[in-house]
């Protein structure tokens, strides 16, 4: 059973797929589904420090693309929302976005609120394109933060 995994694995680190699977972690990581994009992103960039712009570009494409399903999913979860209508820390948590608007999802990188946020801004129908920018931005900041961060300490080893 786990001789399939380390195939699986092997396979995604050649470099025919390695930008493929950098896209689709971070695609993943940006929904609702626990999970990080961090280990592959540092991983890759580890393994091929000459590919730190296209890993960087490829996995900000593909987390702000999880974000912007992110979004669509709160949009489509309007209703459900409802039911939270009354408490005080919905009330403040939805004043504050929408003091705020898209410029919010310059916090979608955010382990734990971030994809969430998304979903949240999506539900309350902020502008989609501005919002997807917000995010983009951010998101490319961490990784760019991240994966320098990274190269620098390994390169203390």
Not at 52 to 62: C, D, E, R, Y
């Amino acid at each position: 059973m786990d001789a399939w995994i380390t195939d699986l694995l092997q396979m995604l680190a050649l470099p025919a797929y390695s930008l493929s699977a950098v896209f689709a972690v971070s695609l993943l990581s940006a929904t609702l589904l626990p999970m990080g994009s961090e280990p592959v992103v540092l991983g890759l960039v580890h393994l091929q420090p000459d590919m730190f712009w296209p890993v960087i570009a490829i996995a900000t494409a593909g987390n702000t693309a999880g974000g912007a399903v992110t979004w669509w999913m709160g949009k489509a979860a309007c209703d459900v929302a409802h039911k939270f209508d009354g408490s005080v820390s919905h009330v403040r948590a939805l004043h504050w976005l929408r003091r705020l608007g898209p410029k919010a999802c310059l916090l979608a990188w955010l382990p734990i609120v971030g994809d969430p946020l998304c979903a949240v801004a999506g539900w309350l129908k902020l502008p989609f394109w501005p919002c997807v920018a917000y995010m983009a931005v951010g998101k490319c900041l961490r990784y760019i933060t991240l994966t320098a961060g990274a190269l620098g300490l390994m390169a203390l080893w």
